[in-house]
């Protein structure tokens, strides 16, 4: 949750890996992709000296398991970033979740690390908060960010304030050490997200070292801040501010590899972990452009993310790539560029995507849309199948938590789930893109299509174990009360008792 | 209707216009503008060497009264096309109407003509039919087109089919001689309209005289058409086909000009002159992007376009503007380019936009919206003020008509006409491109906003004289039964009696 960037770089070598994740900045957030103030000059820029990806995905509508995805490169439902407490549900990391990043995955970091890389995440990490799951146990060597979302502020009593994290160490607690000023939609965390990622970048230019970095800020994510020289600055309101200073933040890092010489060294990934959040809008919520719906629904506003490569001298400048793309590739790509081979033991469900990028190839793959452990959709080529449709329940729908806001298609936009296994609705999203107009089930092409996701489906299918899943069971016990390095700063609070249930997922 | 290209070029001097003008070309057709295909690389090269406009309108959400504007300058209540017939009703040139633009009027080429230019019309006049509207009659030197749309094909009895010209005369008519295959979607009209152009252009360049040319041709207005090498060759089927092939055509002409060497001589302006019509989609519609429903509305869907100036060595390349602007403008703009001051004796409502394409200057100028004679809504700033409210009739869309479709903002998007004049529904487009949520009356903003575009909508309406209106009447008597020309042909029908009726227009 929160913009990261993947960082490989080895010196005397060809490459670096470097990726940004935005969490919540949506397919339509950025001018290369049509949004009407056109506020993201560094980004367009990025992605005029690179290569843009208009067909590429997050594996997960929500943050949490989105980012265990691209970091084992496997769905959620195989390394257990999901709930099977009700059918079909997002379940991501809040404080009293119990679950986390099962010690049984290999993160990309842990694999780099054996090719002498140094991994430095930078921003929010989201994988499980208790002492087993830390960033430094699976493969960082270097943390500066918080566990959980920067939601806030919460009186210690009731919820711990969320503790921010140097490496091993809390140092302090957002809304206390580091200000947010949800009134004014101040915080300056951004600008120090940066300065952490330029220093770090500087140190292993210095040292020659290769690196991997993962720059996961969150500034887009509700409540929404911004840095004081930002504050008024965009057409959008308080989520335009932050954009842009996101936006500047990641012209000054690509700068600054420039500067030191490190650029063609350097491979660069930007994109987003889910879809803009519509239920923030208008005031906090981003643009998922023409597509239906946002972030929590299986609809293309939900995982469609805007994305771009960038490595000067390798990736030709102005490209555009329809490859079908996941940010689970992230993870395969990022071991092809370090020499590695992904693991053999287990399914690995991205793909290398230097074919696509360095040679311009076109990799037949599909895209699987969940919620939970359900299939809820399948791409195949321009062709969209939904097995189930939901976009929230009436009861929630009622107190007003809207994904689709203005959006309304009869029988797709459903407020109760409703099953298609049989009869798949389908869509073709190159006439369709905002999935308004269903193929006619007697039509030809409907059987042809059908025909081939069929296929694609059964096997996914019969090959899939799920892993045990992670977002079951919540217990305040586990919340962010005393986390290592809470005495030196005598932050440390008292828990409650340990009363351990089933976390309740409403979508 | 259809694509139109505005050129002025005079020998010597360091200017040219020439304009793009794409019916139904919506904002988010274009690459540039997020069309999730991305196949317009020639627009969007166009776009990255000249300047992008964002916030640039038609003059009506329907053809025929935004092509009178951007002739004359003026707003279709002044020029008169505009029905008064029901209230706030769109009205264009169908084959049984009556009027037709007015001798009154002045239109850019035959103040143009003045200073030496040789105009030519490419495609779709549509201005009036009857011979008193004839193009060479309102400035134009050359004409290759129609009078129309190319409706049909009809059976020459109860409706003849739509005359092709050459400059005074018809030389054939759609489908007759000028083929269209309804099934396969092929017609190689475009391919023919781009010839024209490309010939006019060399012979200008040869003879070394200065020109205005405007290319108006309609490949992306339903029935949807391309040549038979564009075919299948779009993710977006028929529909991008045809984009595609108009893309390709404004490829070819702009290399041309550099070619011949008049480039840095010729000021060509690209847009659109309604919202993509979505009740065609998704076989034949486009795309407004995350603007609200299409064509026929007085929602950004229904008129923001997109929009681009070109003039290489004078305009900075990859320039964006945020400038609110309007077809109108080219009128203006153009004859300052030319020299030349606007009529005195008359409103005119386009401005000049050189201060804001050379300088970058930002100039503050309200957008109106209009159906009919009803002003529905104004645009003063980022903000935006509905008046009244309509997409069409419950009894329309009972029908499946639908202007809006998979959309739907409560008390916004309405099928009964409502007013709101006393206490206008206020969006402010930049935090809320989507018009989905309203400012609330209470609020210091709407009341400041207000504030500002109560005087300016005072002003408007004080200084509004209608012209007379001319699409109040139809004939069938009056149709393109007996254009001139006809005879040498022998295609000469014979027209019913006259029997003049009040046209009829449903929304």
Not at 329 to 341: R, V
């Amino acid at each position: 949750v929160g913009p990261e960037v993947l960082s490989l770089w080895k010196s005397k070598s060809t490459f670096t890996s470097f990726g940004v994740f935005f969490l919540q900045m949506g397919w339509g957030d950025l001018g290369a992709f049509g949004e009407p103030s056109k506020e993201t000059p560094n980004l367009d820029q990025m992605a005029s000296e690179g290569m843009l990806f208009l067909d590429f995905y997050t594996a997960n509508p929500l943050c949490s398991p989105s980012r265990a995805a691209l970091l084992t490169g496997r769905l959620p439902v195989r390394n257990g970033f999901y709930t099977t407490n009700a059918h079909a549900r997002n379940a991501y990391t809040p404080q009293d979740i119990v679950g986390g990043i099962p010690d049984s995955e290999l993160l990309l970091p842990e694999l780099l690390k054996k090719a002498g890389y140094v991994n430095k995440i930078i921003g929010k990490w989201h994988l499980g908060h208790r002492p087993q799951f830390h960033p430094l146990k699976h493969g960082f060597d270097e943390w500066f960010g918080s566990p959980n979302c920067h939601f806030g502020p919460f009186d210690n009593r009731a919820l711990p304030n969320i503790p921010v994290y140097r490496d091993w160490e809390m140092i302090g607690r957002y809304y206390e050490d580091f200000k947010i000023d949800l009134k004014t939609g101040e915080a300056n965390l951004t600008q120090i997200y940066l300065q952490e990622a330029l220093d770090f970048i500087s140190k292993q230019q210095a040292s020659q070292q290769p690196f991997f970095l993962y720059w996961a800020i969150d500034a887009t994510h509700a409540p929404v801040y911004a840095s004081k020289q930002f504050l008024g600055t965009s057409q959008r309101g308080l989520y335009g501010d932050a954009v842009r200073e996101i936006d500047d933040s990641i012209g000054k890092i690509l700068k600054h590899l420039q500067k030191l010489g490190i650029s063609e060294n350097t491979f660069v990934f930007f994109t987003s972990d889910n879809g803009a959040a519509l239920i923030s809008a208008p005031k906090q919520g981003g643009s998922n452009g023409r597509f239906l719906c946002g972030k929590q629904t299986t609809f293309e506003g939900g995982m469609r993310e805007p994305a771009i490569a960038w490595w000067p001298g390798h990736i030709p400048a102005g490209g555009v790539s329809h490859q079908l793309g996941n940010v689970m590739d992230l993870f395969t790509t990022s071991l092809s560029l370090a020499g590695l081979e992904p693991p053999s033991d287990r399914q690995i469900d991205g793909i290398d995507l230097l074919p696509a990028i360095l040679q311009g190839k076109l990799i037949d793959r599909p895209i699987f849309y969940y919620r939970g452990n359900e299939m809820m959709a399948v791409r195949v080529g321009l062709y969209k199948a939904h097995y189930w449709t939901w976009s929230n329940s009436w009861e929630e729908y009622g107190k007003g938590i809207d994904f689709c806001p203005g959006q309304n298609v009869s029988g797709v936009t459903t407020h109760t789930q409703e099953e298609h296994t049989t009869l798949p609705l389908l869509f073709h999203l190159g006439r369709d893109p905002g999935e308004k107009y269903p193929l006619s089930f007697a039509s030809d092409e409907y059987q042809r299509a059908m025909e081939r996701i069929s296929v694609t489906v059964q096997q996914h299918k019969a090959t899939m174990v799920p892993g045990q899943p992670q977002l079951n069971v919540c217990d305040k016990a586990v919340m962010n009360w005393s986390p290592p390095g809470c005495e030196k700063l005598g932050k440390c609070l008292k828990p409650p008792k340990s009363d351990p249930k089933k976390c309740f997922w409403p979508h």
